[in-house]
């Protein structure tokens, strides 16, 4: 009952922790915008609140570089050499669906296989194990009755030796024998 209280626990554990990053991770991605928008936002009111306003920039800045002029290759995202050198990458490519569904379902039997080999020597360790110990346990039983008959035995020859010394006792007393 521990160990699935246990998985509960961490389960729930790993929900909340994907849920927290879930969050941080929508904050690091829109946060920014969110920010700035805010940020013009209150500056925009700052400066209808306030009678002076700022003269407008000059601003004599190179027009932004391309990504053509930056990186020319990079536009061109298909890259059709790509693979073609890989001999095991072009025949698994050439497999029809059909045939990788076929090999799945063989890897699959090999595993079910496998699997299915474990149990059954694992099952057969265990009826050893059980046979063992019911092999033990019946000679706990065993020596356990023995003990016990002996015991019993001991009793009844204790009863016959007190009646016994009882009887020579009495004699005793009877032809003058004083004791203690």
């Known amino acids: 009952m521990s160990g699935a209280a246990s998985r509960r626990r961490s389960g729930t554990w790993f929900r909340w922790c994907l849920v927290v990053f879930a969050i941080a991770s ?24 306030s009678s002076a306003s700022c003269p407008p920039c000059i601003c004599d800045c190179p027009p932004p570089l391309s990504l053509l002029k930056i990186a020319p290759g990079l536009i061109n995202l298909s890259v059709p050499d790509c693979g073609k050198n890989d001999a095991d990458l072009n025949k698994e490519m050439e497999k029809q669906f059909v045939d990788l569904l076929t090999e ?46 002996a015991r019993e035995h001991s009793e009844a020859l204790l009863t016959k030796e007190k009646k016994v010394t009882a009887l020579w006792e009495r004699r005793a007393r009877q032809l003058g024998w004083e004791g203690i």
């Open 104 to 149: 799945e379902l063989r890897l699959q039997e090999t595993v079910a296989a496998e699997h299915m080999h474990h149990m059954n020597i694992t099952f057969g360790e265990a009826r050893r194990l059980a046979s063992q110990y019911q092999r033990e346990a019946e000679k706990c039983n065993t020596a356990t009755e023995t003990c016990e008959a």
């Open 26 to 49: 929508a904050l690091c991605v829109s946060g920014p915008a969110l920010y700035s928008k805010f940020k013009k936002s209150v500056n925009l009111k700052n400066v209808a609140s």
